[in-house]
């Protein structure tokens, strides 16, 4: 009798301890990573980068399985992941890491990473914009929240709301920028070598070219942790530009060109 | 004491997250502006500039050196807590707008790394 009590009373310690559960899971699954990183790849591929990447195939398999946004913190065992992985978290970690950083890097990038974060804003939403235009859409709100959300998957609701979108429009907008932030997640360490992010200069460049504070965080723990805090703090500052200059500057352009 | 350290990175954390707030309220739009870059800012300030009044010891550190040190296992929960299928199952149009933009914003880096003075190792 008391046999069949174990799991349950155990599965209630779990979701009653959710962040401590995520732990212990995290934890393995980190371990788990490293391991595969030096047996498999003999460290080619960053142990964080592995990690990160289970991650992002588990929250694949959690989202089809529970049918919820949260991916795998969507099953109640695992609910504290999506605290640990919460922005609450993720920001304070990032704030850490800027920790014994360069000072001096950050000084001399001043200016050009204030122009990468606004290049990366007009460029991100000039693409989705293109491709939006190429899909069939015809009307300049469509389009510049599509493009919004090419630039970061806040940007493009707070654009598709301030301009009055369809909700499928602005879903897609959503949709658009998860793509890019799971993308540059998974891309940035296959791609960094050849574009030379291997310095804070670059590393801050960076962070104002992508945007995607979470793309970003995770891109470059995988990369090389050292460089986070300057593409973090570019990264920041991205959202924000987005969300003044989309729906202003940027829409009126659009409609411009397109009416 | 290790909470020193721990209260100083949390202060710093809302000081930034405020600032931003009231910023992005300052010029209109509905979002936080910066709030994590300035808190990244304050903490190097605290912590570099003001050393001879403010100076840190050790044990201090370690309560800000713990929570960088978790930094990757907090982005993998992140990673493992996205919304993925929404991404992956939206159709082409999402698809295509998010690799597009990757991509243009990858090329650009090399570009925009020659501007300014980072040519100190180009080696």
């Given at each position: ?120 804003v007009v460029?991100s939403f000039a693409v989705g914009a293109v491709v939006a235009i190429?899909f069939?859409y015809t009307d300049a709100i469509s389009i510049s929240t599509i493009g919004a959300g090419a630039a970061t998957?806040?940007v493009g609701p707070v654009t598709g709301t301030a301009l009055g979108a369809e909700?499928?429009v602005i879903?897609l907008s959503v949709?658009a920028g ?64 987005g969300c003044l200059l989309a729906p202003s500057v940027l829409y009126l352009i659009v409609r411009a060109i397109v009416e | ?92 149009l999402?698809?295509?707008a998010?690799?597009?933009a ?22």
């Open positions: 009798m008391e046999g069949r009590m174990i799991p349950e009373s155990l599965a209630d310690v779990l979701t009653k301890n959710g962040l401590i559960t995520a732990f212990v899971f995290v934890g393995v699954l980190v371990w788990l990573s490293y391991l595969l990183s030096e047996r498999l790849t003999r460290g080619h591929i960053h142990g964080s980068a592995i990690a990160i990447t289970i991650g992002l195939v588990l929250a694949y398999v959690g989202g089809s399985v529970t049918g919820g946004n949260q991916g795998i913190a969507d099953f109640s065992l695992l609910a504290g992941v999506g605290i640990m992985g919460g922005a609450m978290f993720r920001d304070f970690a990032i704030v850490a890491t800027a920790f014994g950083a360069d000072v001096d890097a950050l000084k001399r990038a001043g200016f050009v990473g204030a122009m990468s974060i606004l290049i990366g460029l190429a069939g998957y806040i909700s499928g879903a949709a998860l793509t890019k932030s799971v993308l540059v997640m998974i891309g940035t360490p296959l791609i960094a070598p050849r574009i030379g992010l291997n310095n804070p200069h670059s590393a801050l460049i960076y962070g104002g070219l992508m945007g995607t504070t979470s793309g970003v965080a995770g891109g470059l723990a995988a990369t090389d942790p050292k460089l986070v805090p300057y593409g973090a703090m570019t990264a920041t500052f991205y959202t924000g530009v | 004491m290790v909470i020193y350290g721990v209260a100083l990175l949390s202060f710093c954390m809302l000081t930034g997250v405020f600032v931003g707030d009231l910023l992005g309220d300052l010029i209109g739009v509905q979002a936080n502006v910066g709030g994590v870059g300035i808190a990244m800012l304050l903490l190097i300030f605290l912590s570099n500039f003001s050393s001879h009044k403010l100076k840190l010891n050790p044990i201090t550190e370690t309560g800000i050196g713990f929570w960088s040190a978790m930094y990757i296992p907090i982005v993998v929960a992140m990673a493992a807590k996205q919304n993925v299928i929404a991404a992956v199952s939206s159709g082409w999402a698809i295509v998010g690799v597009a990757v991509a243009a914003s990858f090329a650009m880096i090399p570009v925009l790394a020659r501007f300014g003075d980072g040519g100190q190792d180009d080696s």
